[in-house]
Nanobody, 124 residues
Framework: QVQLVESGGGLVQAGGSLRLSCVVS????????VAWYRQAPGKQRELVAG???????NYADSVKGRFTISRDNAKKTVYLQMNSLKPEDTAVYYC??????????????????WGQGTQVTVSS
């Protein structure tokens, strides 16, 4: 089955950098729509960055100019480069990809898969 395994989270001081990775396994399909979300304590999950089906990246205003999303189909990996980190960036970050999936009954052309989440903590 499809699995997303994230890495790269941790504790960093304000102004520092982290690079999150999301390795996708269990699918032979190329990565198309991919995204990173985050959820801070007491808040709803929000979109941080994404790449649409046309290959166009988009970013939340709060991270624009600091974060960069990319994908490597050869490695089946999605990345999020995070620079100039702020305490407000502290959250659990989740990788999201859309891939075909057959659950035994229905064939989904674009099924949402999620990673387990990785904690990013930025200290002031």
């Amino acid at each position: 089955q499809v699995q997303l395994v994230e890495s790269g989270g941790g504790l960093v001081q304000a102004g520092g950098s982290l690079r999150l990775s999301c390795v996708v396994s269990g699918s032979a399909d190329s990565l198309d729509k991919v995204a990173w979300y985050r959820q801070a304590p007491g808040k709803q999950r929000e979109l941080v960055a994404g790449i649409n089906s046309g290959g166009r990246p988009n970013y939340a205003d709060s991270v624009k100019g600091r974060f960069t999303i990319s994908r490597d189909n050869a490695k089946k990996t999605v990345y999020l480069q995070m620079n100039s980190l702020k305490p407000e960036d502290t959250a659990v970050y989740y990788c999201n990809v859309e891939l075909p999936y057959f659950d035994g009954t229905y064939y989904y052309r674009e099924y949402d898969f999620w990673g387990q989440g990785t904690q990013v903590t930025v200290s002031s």
